[in-house]
């Protein structure tokens, strides 16, 4: 089956510019992540959605960060005006229940990276 | 927010010798994950160990789990030098089976 798509791969921004990231996840999996992962940390969840509501969006910065998954497919990432701090890969996952284990297991893009100058 | 934590941070050992990696977590959980991650990549799913296992093996992946202890640890038997990367874990808690919370992670280095 083909992977989570994730564009872009790199972006290089100025402060206060906005940037937007796509996502598509493997076909038939109704939870979506986006994850932020600054370097040498752990992924920290930005957003959950389940099918195109939204679960979990407590540590998404709404001031500058929206997200949306229209149809409940693909998904969108915003940030603007983005600031220095900003920069890290944003990751995107999807995941489908598995029945054997009982459990949520997930499948991760190859991420985008953002520099923010 | 973290819940897990590993150890130790970084790890460096040479080809064919065994890593150990810990992971703590904090409240009661219904899995528990690990995930590796190779530099510059996403996020690869390795192992799931449920809360009612002890031990689990998959290849040259060993995961035990104590849950009265609340930790977990991961072996890597005969290590290589591709198994060089980044080990999170992951718990899924017993109140949200959809939510995952994510330790720090294991730098792991496989000297040839």
């Not at chain 1, 790199?10 to 206060?16: A, D, L, S, T």
């Not at chain 1, 969840?45 to 195109?52: E, H, K, V």
């Amino acid at each position: 089956e083909a992977g989570v798509a994730q564009s872009p791969r790199y972006k290089i921004i100025e402060k206060r510019q906005s940037v937007a990231f796509w996502c598509n996840p493997i076909s038939g999996h109704a939870t979506l992540y986006w994850y932020q992962q600054i370097l040498g940390q752990g992924p920290k969840l930005l957003i959950q959605f389940q099918n195109n509501g939204v679960v979990d969006d407590s540590q998404l910065p709404k001031d500058r960060f929206s997200a949306e998954r229209l149809k409940g497919v693909d998904s969108t990432l915003k940030i603007q005006p983005a600031k220095l701090e900003d920069s890290a890969v944003y990751l995107c996952a999807s995941s489908g229940w598995d029945r054997h284990s009982g459990a949520n297991v997930l499948t991760f893009g190859a991420g985008s990276r953002l520099t923010v100058l | 927010s973290q819940q897990g934590e590993e150890d130790p941070q970084a790890l460096s050992i040479q080809e064919g010798e065994n890593a150990t990696m810990n992971c703590s977590y904090k409240t009661s959980i219904n899995n528990l994950q690990w995930y590796r991650q190779n530099s510059g990549r996403g996020l690869v799913h390795l192992i799931l160990i449920r809360s009612n296992e002890r031990e689990k093996h998959s290849g040259r992946l060993r995961v035990t789990l104590d849950t009265s202890k609340k930790s977990s640890s991961l072996l890597i038997t005969a290590s290589r030098a591709a198994d060089t990367a980044s080990y999170f874990c992951a718990t899924g808690n017993a109140g949200n089976n959809r939510k995952l919370i994510w330790g720090l992670g294991t730098s792991l280095a496989v000297n040839p």
